[in-house]
């Protein structure tokens, strides 16, 4: 049975390691439902966050060989209730002269943000949860969605710990 994973993968900020990461995915043959990344608070690391249905153990295989790209220095599977996961959402919606009004009561229901308006449309910016995304364009959907543009899900631990600082302090004591 696959169940969706949420894996953190930090890497070095190299070129071309996005490429490999993405590639052991592809010729495993999952399905990437989200892949975010982005620099960390060390510029030298950038942490992946990548969102795939998966059994267990073709996903520990993969984990497995992805710990064998040198680049890839540490990779931790999310627990949902143990992480703070969030996806952004750019969405352009219809709003004539009659629909403004309601338009924006949803946007403050979702305490969302309008971004842009012209006469016949607001673009809308909004963050949260799969679900919480989903419901908010379900509401905005009989008013006519133009445009949708989602960021992939990005997501990290609760808590004080920081797998980011105890890889930056073993690569100094490497380096050193």
Do not use: C, W
Not at 13 to 37: C, D, E, Q, W, Y
Not at 48 to 68: C, F, G, S, W
Not at 125 to 137: D, H, M, P
């Amino acid at each position: 049975m696959n169940t969706r994973h949420t894996l953190s993968v930090l890497v070095e900020n190299k070129p071309g390691v996005l490429t490999r990461v993405a590639a052991l995915f592809a010729r495993r043959a999952f399905n990437i439902h989200s892949l975010a990344v982005g620099e960390t608070e060390d510029p030298q690391l950038s942490r992946i966050t990548v969102v795939v249905d998966a059994a267990e153990r073709p996903l520990e295989q993969v984990t497995k060989q992805l710990n064998k790209l040198v680049n890839v220095l540490k990779i931790v599977e999310l627990e949902p209730e143990s992480t703070v996961e969030r996806q952004l959402l750019l969405v352009k919606v219809s709003a004539s002269d009659s629909t403004r009004a309601n338009v924006l009561q949803v946007v403050d229901l979702f305490r969302a943000h309008v971004v842009d308006v012209v006469p016949d449309t607001v673009t809308i910016e909004a963050t949260g949860s799969e679900s919480k995304v989903r419901a908010f364009l379900s509401a905005l959907e009989p008013y006519g969605i133009r445009e949708i543009v989602q960021s992939g899900a990005v997501a990290i631990g609760r808590g004080s710990r920081s797998l980011s600082e105890r890889v930056s302090a073993e690569l100094s004591l490497l380096r050193a």
